[in-house]
Each structure stands twice: as structure tokens, then as C-alpha cells.
């Protein structure tokens, strides 16, 4: 399985398709079976949902599967010709077994609501930054926004409270442009060789351990 995907212990089964579909003219019962457990099959093996096939992408033995699927390779590749001719299999140069409509049927209402969800979060982020705006018009405001989405969208950084991310990085902002004029004519100034540059600096992280 590829690293990173855990795979759900359950599927959806489109019940009319089951009961009434092609898949009952096409397959013996036992072939209907196999069916099924080839979709439930597709959901935990390989890195892909939907794919019967090993962690590199790559098909598998077909004896391997019909163990797997406690058949006879026979039965197994009967099932595959028929699906096949059906458009319900797609087996690409590989190998690898699609099982085309896997996603369709396995798409929740969750899924569907999405992108609406993600839309208006995006929305309301983008209000609280016009709101909080006002309270650090002492700042390079809109600098320091550039660097706050650079710094965020790089690498493998995932936000989980953009907001409360957000206000921490303005106030660090705060700190270092207070810290950077306090220093300057102090009694305790230090020389200009031991304080780097502003342009040094990418984030405010960097400045704190610069300063550490």
C-alpha cells in the first residue's frame, strides 16, 4: 500500500446495480460474487482506490488475486473478460485492474459538499484578514501577507488554524521590527556585524533563531 493512504474497512454498493444491473445477466452468481469482492478488494490493496494492483502501481499475478478472492483463476478471468466487455474494467499497460465506476459510486455526500466547504472557509479567512487589518497598521501589512502564504504553501506545511496562525505572525512581525528599533542607539547595541540584515531574513522563524 502506498505510504500516507489508509484505506477504509468498509464500501458503498449501489444496491439498484447489485439487485438489477448488468451484472446479472453478465455473471453467473458466482461471478457476481467475485464482482464484489473485487470492488472491496480495489479499496485496500495497491496505492490507489479503485486499482487492483501493487504498491508501485504495477499489476498483480492473476493466480495471486483469485486466491486473494477465494476463486479459481478461471472464474477470475472469466469475470475480468466479461466486466471488461461491459467498460466496467479498464486494465491499463501495466497490469494494473481500474475498476472505472469505483469512484462514482464511492463519492459520499461528504465529498460532494467539499468543495462548497473549502470555498467558504476560504471566504471567511480572507474577511478576518480585512478585519484584523486595522490592528497592525504599524506593519508592512500586506509584506508580511505575501510571506505568511509563501511560507505556508511550500514543503509539506499543512495550516490547521489559519487564523490563529495569522495573528501569531503578525504579532512576531511586531516583536522583530520592535526588537530591530530598540536596538539601534542602545547602550547595549550590538555591532552591525552581529545582527544580520533585514533582507537576511525569510520568516520570522529564522530571525528568532538567528537571535537564539
Given at each position: 500500500m502506498?505510504?500516507?493512504?489508509?484505506?477504509?474497512t468498509w464500501i458503498k454498493v449501489d444496491c439498484e446495480g447489485i439487485l438489477r444491473g448488468s451484472i446479472n445477466y453478465l455473471l453467473s452468481l458466482d461471478g457476481q460474487a467475485i464482482w464484489v469482492k473485487m470492488i472491496a478488494l480495489s479499496e485496500i490493496c495497491?496505492?490507489?482506490?479503485?486499482?487492483?494492483?501493487?504498491?508501485?502501481?504495477k499489476g498483480l499475478p492473476r493466480d495471486y488475486?483469485?486466491?486473494?478472492?477465494h476463486c479459481t483463476v478461471?472464474?477470475?478471468?472469466?469475470v475480468l473478460?466479461?466486466?471488461g466487455s461491459d467498460g466496467a474494467i479498464a486494465?491499463?499497460?501495466s497490469g494494473s485492474i481500474h475498476l472505472v465506476n469505483f469512484?462514482?459510486?464511492?463519492?459520499?455526500?461528504?465529498?460532494?459538499?467539499?468543495?462548497y466547504r473549502d470555498k467558504k472557509k476560504a471566504v471567511n479567512f480572507e474577511e478576518y484578514i480585512e478585519e484584523i487589518r486595522p490592528e497592525y497598521a504599524d506593519l508592512n501589512f500586506d509584506n508580511e501577507l505575501k510571506k505568511f502564504h509563501l511560507y505556508w504553501s511550500e514543503g509539506n506545511r499543512k495550516l490547521q488554524r489559519p487564523k490563529l496562525a495569522l495573528r501569531n505572525w503578525m504579532d512576531k512581525a511586531r516583536d522583530f521590527k520592535r526588537d530591530k528599533k530598540g536596538g539601534q542607539g542602545g547602550a547595549h547595541q550590538q555591532s552591525p556585524r552581529a545582527i544580520p540584515k533585514p533582507h537576511e531574513y525569510t520568516t520570522?522563524?529564522?530571525?528568532?533563531r538567528q537571535r537564539a
Open positions: 502506498a505510504r500516507g493512504r489508509k484505506p477504509r495497491g496505492g490507489r482506490p479503485g486499482y487492483i494492483e501493487d504498491n508501485n502501481q488475486i483469485a486466491q486473494e478472492l478461471e472464474l477470475f478471468e472469466s473478460e466479461k466486466m486494465i491499463n499497460g469512484h462514482h459510486y464511492q463519492f459520499s455526500e461528504y465529498d460532494r459538499q467539499k468543495p520570522i522563524e529564522d530571525y528568532r
